[in-house]
């Protein structure tokens, strides 16, 4: 049997020796660009400073007025209820007035009603609770209200002509006129405090709005980014693979081209061979 030339052997073997080389050196080649690229990935992860302070402003603003909202509900809903006392109180101090004040005299029956009447209305305007907030100004109506109950405990109607009681129906038309207003200012107040929610609620959503626009475009860019690192780190890779192709196909070829030829069996030049 006839040994193949020494060049084919030499280079056959080189061949085998340079794709062993390869596989190894391309398996190192691709896990360093791996590692950058894993690398390239956190960067691009990283959010940067500035936009960290940005959506760390934002959240904080957006949970303040979070925060803000349920003392400013209580605060309109107290005063809706107040709103609300107070129309009965209005027509409880309505019925004082007409419990002396049917005709020109005033009897025992008639004092003994308006005591009865006057600790009533005393006790409901007792009982109004005062609300307040620090951004309202709602002028303490119910506060200074309050602070006439003993005022009020102490009126007293006498028997006798009703011109004689014209003290005390003076302080009742006074009252009622406080009342009056109290009601109008709660009301007024509650309105108020509605059109702040709703201020606040808008700056809220706008707040909202920023926050998704800006942590949107964030991700954005950091999903085309990778995406563009991704395709560069596949492309590198292929470019390499295909450049030793090439290479172990010219190899190849090279090689093939020092193998002897040799007939095949039972032709005429292996006949002559």
Known sequence: MELPPFAYTLANTALRNQRSGFELQFNLLQNALIGRHNEKVGDISTTSSTLERRITDLSERQQALLDSLP???DFRQGNLNNAGALETIFDEVSTLFQSFNTDANVDADE???????RDIVADKIER???FSHPDINDAQVIKRLKEDVASIRALEVTEGALTDNAAVSDALTALQTEVSVAITVSQQTASTTLG?????QSKFANVE?????LTSEEKARREDEIAAAEADLGNLLRAISISFEISSGLSDALANSLKPMTPPP???VNIIS
Do not use: C, P, W
């Open 71 to 73: 003392a400013l509900q």
């Open 111 to 117: 004092v003994a009603a308006f005591q009865a009447q």
């Open 128 to 130: 109004l609770y005062v």
């Open 196 to 200: 702040v929610e709703q201020q606040i």
């Open 209 to 213: 709005a920023e926050l998704i626009e």
């Open 266 to 268: 039972g032709s005429a």
